[in-house]
């Protein structure tokens, strides 16, 4: 995790918590011991970006008014529902439909990519 923080330029504890989160849904599995570590739970090509926010930061974002009004629907919409409405499904096909396996084939820095999937 160390060594993930410093290339990542991101705080231990951040990296720690997140890998915490995604071990605690399912995602990845925690191995003990000296050669430890944290490897995927899944095959990658099963493991969509969704996935992931999910375990991070949950998805809310897909049923709540994004200016934060309870009572927002279609019926009672705020300001900007339309857009939101139209936003947030382009957002999550594009989550649902992308997974780990791809990405890493896609990465263009070869420092992040994976060696097998």
């Not at 594009?94 to 990465?107: G, I, Q, Y």
Request: charged share 25%.
């Amino acid at each position: 995790m160390k060594e993930m923080a410093e290339k990542l330029d991101i705080p231990y504890h951040f990296v720690s918590k997140i890998l915490q989160n995604l071990t605690r849904k399912g995602l990845l599995s925690s191995l003990k011991g000296p050669s430890g570590g944290f490897t995927l739970s899944m095959p990658s090509r099963d493991i969509t970006l969704f996935h992931i926010v999910e375990a991070i930061d949950g998805v809310e974002f897909t049923k709540n008014c994004v200016l934060g009004f309870p009572e927002c629907s279609g019926k009672n919409p705020c300001a900007v529902h339309d857009t939101w409405a139209t936003l947030r499904e382009g957002l999550y096909n594009m989550l649902v439909s992308k997974n780990v396996a791809e990405m890493a084939l896609e990465m263009r820095k070869p420092e992040y990519r994976v060696r097998t999937l």
